[in-house]
C-alpha cells in the first residue's frame, strides 16, 4: 500500500491502492509468491509423477493375486466343463442303453409273434406305435 495518499492503481486482489512505483513492486512480490507457492508445487508433483517408472509393490501384489485367482478360476471351470462332458456323454449312452433294451423288447415281441404266426392288426397297431415311441425317443437325442 502506497503512504503517498494518491493511489493510482489498485489490486483486483487485495483491493488496496498503489502508486505506480509500489504497484509494480506489489505485481513483482505477487510473481514470486505465485512461483513459489503455485508453479514450483506444480513441478515438484509432475516431476514426481514422472519419475515413478514402475507400479509399485501395492499394485504388482494385486496383479499378481488377480493373476493367481485366473488361473485357480480357469483350473475350476475346466473341472466343471470335463464333468459336465462327462454328465452328457453318460446321459446319452443311458439313453441309448434304455433305448436298445427297448427295442431289443418290441423285437422278442416280433420274432414270438412271427414264430407263432399269431399276430392280429391290434398287434400290428401296437407295435408300430412302440417302434415310432422309440423312433422320437432316438430323434430327440
Known sequence: MCDKG?????????KAYFCT????????????QFDRDVVKIHDDLLEQIHSVKQPNIVSDDLCAQIDDWETSTIVKIKKVAQLARHQVIQL???????LTENL??????????????SFAEDD????????????KSLDQQ
Request: with cysteine; net charge negative.
Open 6 to 14: 494518491r493511489g493510482m492503481c489498485i489490486c483486483d486482489g487485495c
Open 21 to 32: 512505483r509500489h504497484f509494480n513492486e506489489h505485481r513483482q512480490q505477487l510473481s514470486m
Open 92 to 98: 446319452f449312452s443311458q439313453e441309448t442303453q434304455s
Open 104 to 117: 431289443g423288447t418290441v423285437a422278442d415281441e416280433i420274432r414270438t409273434l412271427l414264430k407263432e404266426d
Open 124 to 135: 400290428i397297431e401296437r407295435l408300430q406305435l412302440k417302434l415310432n415311441q422309440l423312433q
